[in-house]
Structure formats: structure tokens, C-alpha cells
């Protein structure tokens, strides 16, 4: 095998397997547009998300810190907690590629961002975890894309060379991190895109 033929994949999980769509999960609750722009911000762009995906904040926390930012009640801003982890569910094209890779045989991994409770929830209502060689969740390593040290430690742990190893997100500062720490990269768009340009890269 040459020492720059990719074989491994890395997947992202919301916004690939999984649909993440904020301004649906505010859309649900609230008719002003104002309103969900503004909590947008104040909730899911909001350094303390980052936080809580990386494991520095439990939910409690993040809850508590949101009420007193927003001014919106802590039963309203549980029930949007609890709404976007319903939201995500299977986006199937992607979900078959997936399947459709490990039934070659080539190695798969899983590379997100979200807090442990999250992950915990997705592990029970989903089942295409056991197509993962190794899955990283920021969450538990209490590290978050896209720094380099989550690329880093998902290599080290799995020993995987970066030249031989090519990351799917949907986001494209993401995609930048995955190349500045030394792997392919795909931005996703829809599965027939990334399909092609990950078999383009396979090819090689």
C-alpha cells in the first residue's frame, strides 16, 4: 500500500448522518423572526454551546447561564434543549453511503462535536454505530473541532497516518482544521455530492 493512499473516512455526525437545522428547532416555538435570530445567537452561537459540547458545561449550567442571559424561563429553554435532540434524525442518502463503505470494508471513524448527554441519547436511537472502527465525541475528550488537537488525538488513538485519512463535514471551518492538520478533507453538501468526491479520492 503506498504511504498516500487514503483508506480511512472520518465522519461528522450533525449536518451529515444526522440532521442540524437551529433555525427549525426556533422555528417550532416562536413565530417572530426577531426573536429567533436573537436566541439563535444567544443559544446555539454562543461560546457557551462551545462549552458544552467540549464537556465544560453540563446542561444544568448551560441552562442556568442561558435563563439569566435571555431572560426566557428554564422550563421554555429545556424544552428547546429537548427539541433539538429529537431534531436529529437519520439523513438516510448519508446514512447508506455510510453503510454502503463498511460493507467494502473500509475503515470508518466518527468525528462530532456535542455534549455527552446528547451522545448518550443518539446511541440508543440509532444503529449504525457498530458500522465506527472508533467514534470521538468533543464531549468526552473535552476537546472541539476545529482545533488541531482533536484531529491529533483521533489519529493518535486509532493510529491513523492523516495522508491516508479523509474528513466529512459540513462545515467549512472544519474542513480547514482537518487540512491544516494533515488529512483530506470533503465539504458536505448533500450524499451525491460527497459520494462523488469521496470516491474520487478513494480512487486514487
Not at 493512499?5 to 422555528?27: S, T, Y
Not at 453540563?58 to 431572560?71: H, I, N, P, Y
Not at 468526552?140 to 483521533?154: G, N, Q, S, T, Y
Request: glycine share 8%; hydrophobic share 45%; aromatic share 8%.
Amino acid at each position: 500500500m503506498g504511504g498516500g493512499k487514503i483508506r480511512n473516512v472520518i465522519f461528522d455526525l450533525g449536518g451529515v448522518l444526522l440532521d442540524w437545522n437551529p433555525e427549525k428547532i426556533l422555528g417550532g416555538f416562536y413565530a417572530d423572526p426577531a426573536l429567533r435570530a436573537s436566541l439563535q445567537q444567544s443559544l446555539f452561537l454562543h461560546p457557551e454551546w462551545r462549552a458544552l459540547n467540549r464537556g465544560e458545561l453540563t446542561e444544568g449550567d448551560f441552562l442556568a447561564r442561558a435563563e439569566q442571559r435571555t431572560g426566557r424561563g428554564g422550563a421554555e429553554l429545556a424544552a428547546l434543549l429537548d427539541a433539538m435532540r429529537e431534531s436529529l434524525i437519520t439523513k438516510p442518502d448519508t446514512v447508506a453511503l455510510l453503510q454502503s463503505l463498511h460493507r467494502r470494508g473500509v475503515p470508518l471513524y466518527c468525528l462530532s462535536d456535542m455534549p455527552i448527554s446528547v451522545y448518550a441519547y443518539l446511541r440508543v436511537r440509532h444503529d449504525f454505530w457498530s458500522a465506527f472502527s472508533g467514534i470521538v465525541i468533543s464531549g468526552e475528550v473535552r476537546m472541539a473541532k476545529p482545533d488541531r488537537e482533536i484531529f491529533d488525538h483521533l489519529l493518535t488513538r486509532f493510529k491513523l497516518r492523516p495522508e491516508q485519512t479523509v474528513f466529512i463535514d459540513d462545515l467549512p471551518l472544519n474542513v480547514d482544521g482537518a487540512i491544516a492538520a494533515g488529512l483530506h478533507a470533503i465539504q458536505f453538501r448533500d450524499a451525491v455530492q460527497c459520494t462523488r468526491d469521496l470516491d474520487a479520492l478513494l480512487a486514487r
